[in-house]
C-alpha cells in the first residue's frame, strides 16, 4: 500500500532551481589552429581545424595549396622542402597561424660502399624528421657511437664477410 502523505512530503522536498537566463551570444574570434605545427614530407596532404572564429575564414599559405570547408582546411604540402606558414584570418581581421616544415626525403650516405673487416664506415642520414635510429643486420656500431644510435651520423664495423644492410627505423 502507498502512503500518498509520503510521496507528497517527498516530492516536496525536491529542489527547484531558478532557470538560468540565456544572454545573447557573443562574437567569438579565432583563437588557433590544429595542429599549429604541420611536419609534412613534400607533396604530402594534411587536415588542419580551425578553432573559434566566424566564418567566412580566409586560408592563405606561403607555399603549397589550401582549400577550406567551414572550419577544415584540406592542405597540400609544396614540393620544395622549406618553412613556410598558414594563416587563417575570420571576418573580424583575428589571425592565426600555423608553421609548416616540409622535409627533404631521407637519404642515407654513402649507399653502397665497400668494407673490409676490422675498418669502420661512416653513414649520414639527410633529411626525414625528428631522431634517426639506425639499425644494422650484422657488425655493430663503434664505441663511441653506441650510445648514439639515434643521430644524423653513426660509424659501424662489419663483424663477418657479406652484405649487410644499414636502414632507419
Keep these: 500500500m502507498i502512503n500518498l502523505a509520503e510521496q507528497e512530503q517527498w516530492s516536496h522536498e525536491n529542489k527547484i532551481y531558478p532557470q538560468v537566463e540565456m544572454k545573447k551570444a557573443q562574437f ?3 583563437q588557433s589552429i ?5 611536419f609534412l614530407a613534400r607533396e604530402e596532404e594534411a587536415k588542419v581545424r580551425i578553432v573559434g572564429g566566424k566564418s567566412p575564414y580566409k586560408v592563405t599559405v606561403t607555399a603549397g595549396a589550401a582549400q577550406s570547408t567551414g572550419n577544415e582546411i584540406d592542405y597540400t604540402a609544396p614540393n620544395v622542402a622549406g618553412t613556410y606558414t598558414m594563416t587563417v584570418s575570420e571576418s573580424a581581421g583575428k589571425q592565426a597561424f600555423a608553421d609548416i616544415t616540409v622535409a627533404l ?4 650516405t654513402p649507399v653502397s660502399p665497400r668494407v ?5 664506415q661512416t653513414f649520414r642520414a639527410v633529411g626525414g624528421f ?3 635510429p639506425w639499425i644494422a643486420t650484422n657488425g655493430e656500431f663503434t664505441k663511441s657511437q653506441s650510445n648514439k644510435t639515434e643521430a ?3 660509424e659501424w664495423e662489419p663483424d663477418e664477410l657479406g652484405t649487410t644492410f644499414m636502414s632507419l627505423k
Excluded: A, F, H, Y
Excluded at 673490409?116 to 669502420?120: A, D, I, L, M, N
Design 152 to 154: 644524423d651520423s653513426v
Design 105 to 108: 626525403d631521407l637519404l642515407i
Design 34 to 38: 590544429s595542429p599549429q605545427q604541420l
Design 130 to 132: 625528428g631522431k634517426k
Design 116 to 120: 673490409s673487416q676490422r675498418e669502420t
Design 28 to 30: 567569438v574570434t579565432v
